[in-house]
T-cell receptor, first 112, second 108 residues
């Protein structure tokens, strides 16, 4: 059984640029959620995707957007990057919403 | 929204000691998970425990849903147990709400 995988593991972007992060869900899981973790904090919910539709969103601006594909993999897109977007971005998958979630290794984004 | 509080925020112990980490939550929940975040940032699943008690080797967890708390026990600590432990809860079918974590340091 393949676990949750994220790519890339690290990247550095310049303020104002756009970035796309990718996540492959665990086999048999149809729900993907994205979280942002700032240094020294707990992860914060960005949004969740189920059956290719956004199914819940946290307190993040519209420049954070996402997609889910028919194979349940997902992308997180962030436009007009700001310095405060520097964080660890975590993807989680689960069989359905609310059941046990499993996380990928994360993407560490640095905005300079 | 639901609030999750973890205590203590920091815990420093000698190898071989036992520890108890606590997670309080402010409302009823459908799901509660404990995670260990490794030095590279990945969240490792420890327990999925909306209620009751579970054990896995030196680790065990108890959730008392009616009193809105969960405890994570680590016995005979090893240096590899060091890291940040998070409790996270779910209401409904959507987001996990995380506590601020407990940073555990096990000294040899």
């Amino acid at each position: 059984e393949t676990g949750v995988t994220q790519s890339p593991t690290h990247l550095i972007k310049t303020r104002g640029q756009q970035v796309t992060l990718r996540c492959s869900s665990q086999s048999g899981h149809n729900t993907v959620s994205w979280y942002q973790q700032a240094l020294g904090q707990g992860p914060q919910f960005i949004f969740q995707y189920y059956r290719e539709e956004e199914n819940g969103r946290g307190n993040f601006p519209p420049r954070f957007s996402g997609l889910q594909f028919p194979n349940y993999s997902s992308e997180l897109n962030v436009n007009a990057l700001e310095l405060d977007d520097s964080a660890l971005y975590l993807c989680a998958s689960s069989r359905t919403g609310g059941t046990e979630a499993f996380f990928g290794q994360g993407t560490r984004l640095t905005v300079v | 929204g639901i609030q999750v509080e973890q205590s203590p925020p920091d815990l420093i112990l000698q190898e071989g000691a036992n520890s108890t980490l606590r997670c309080n939550f402010s409302d009823s929940v459908n799901n509660l998970q404990w995670f260990h975040q490794n030095p590279w940032g990945q969240l490792i699943n420890l327990f999925y425990i909306p209620s009751g008690t579970k054990q896995n080797g030196r680790l065990s967890a108890t959730t008392v849903a009616t009193e809105r708390y969960s405890l994570l026990y680590i016995s005979s600590s090893q240096t590899t147990d060091s890291g940040v432990y998070f409790c996270a809860v779910v209401q409904g079918a959507q987001k996990l709400v995380f506590g601020q974590g407990t940073r555990l340091t096990i000294n040899p």
